[in-house]
């Protein structure tokens, strides 16, 4: 095997680490290639743990970015928000570093309160199983000291506040509404619909905002299809999450219940768009 494809072998696992060190797709790709120039420099046969190796380098040159406050925020590929989104018979994880490679906006918030060095304790030992005594060099630390470091910094994500869960009884206004959009009864729609709800659609061809319950209503029975899809929660709001027979992500329905009534519904339905978002897989 050549070096290169012994790098290609390490380099999903590298990007995922500078990823959740630096939040920037970005500068992870920049710290990735710099680890890769920097291995191209070693003599050839010094280096006997390769991935242990880049593992290090990343987390070095990811912890120089952090300090020196260069890194790049993501681009935004809307005027939208960006979702966190669960599938309601999802087990929730019981500390989110448990979420592991699937990790999604709300940690990468969290991780944005924690110091550099507390990141990186916490991003190397809690998310990739790297040793305190590995990364205690990264950070000239000892290995105890490097321990409390990415303790200090599980409390503080232990503590981030989660988004709320939609009560009970906003699921069941969701699922009236949807049930409603499948078998076409008009009437019923109208009961759970404010009449000034404001239907937002995200799709291909541009954004399209709808305003009225009898308006709405009226999409709702023609795009039926996007209905048919998988409970979940978005940002805390009750949410439907649909995916083609191959598994593809097809539409993510937001809802906004207030007073037992729609008020606002967001689609999405641009396939380009969802495929950018961390989305959970087919169930």
């Given at each position: ?8 072998s390490h ?19 920049d ?29 070095r ?9 260069r890194?790049?925020?993501?681009v ?5 928000p ?7 018979d ?14 999604g ?22 998310v ?8 205690g ?55 759970v ?9 995200h ?24 209905a ?15 995916w ?6 097809l539409s ?17 339905v ?5 495929a ?8």
């Amino acid at each position: 095997m050549t070096l290169a494809d012994a790098f290609e072998s390490h380099r999903d696992r590298l990007r995922a680490v500078a990823y959740r060190m630096l939040g920037s797709h970005a500068d992870a790709e920049d710290v990735v290639q710099e680890a890769w120039l920097r291995l191209s420099r070693q003599e050839p046969g010094t280096i006997d743990n390769l991935g242990g190796w880049l593992t290090t380098v990343v987390g070095r040159i990811s912890l120089d970015v952090l300090r020196s406050g260069r890194t790049r925020p993501e681009v935004s590929y809307d005027d939208g928000p960006e979702y966190t989104v669960t599938l309601d018979d999802a087990p929730a994880p019981e500390d989110l570093a448990a979420i592991g490679d699937s990790v999604g906006i709300a940690l990468l918030t969290v991780l944005d309160s924690l110091r550099p060095d507390e990141r990186l304790a916490f991003v190397l030992h809690d998310v990739f199983a790297v040793p305190f005594a590995e990364v205690g060099p990264i950070l000239g630390k000892s290995a105890d000291a490097t321990k409390m470091l990415a303790s200090r910094a599980r409390r503080k994500v232990q503590g981030a506040q989660r988004p709320a869960s939609p009560d009970r009884r906003q699921r069941e206004v969701v699922q009236a509404f949807l049930a409603a959009a499948r078998d076409g009864h008009f009437e019923r729609l109208l009961e759970v619909l404010h009449p000034e709800v404001k239907l937002t659609a995200h799709t291909p061809d541009g954004t399209f905002v709808t305003l009225g319950a009898t308006e709405v209503a009226t999409r709702a029975r023609v795009g039926a299809a996007a209905a048919h899809g998988h409970p979940a929660t978005a940002n805390g709001l009750p949410a439907i999450l649909s995916w083609t027979p191959e598994g593809t992500p097809l539409s993510l329905l937001v809802f906004t219940v207030t007073d037992d009534r729609i008020t606002e519904i967001t689609a999405r339905v641009d396939p380009a768009e969802l495929a950018r978002m961390d989305l959970p897989g087919r169930v």
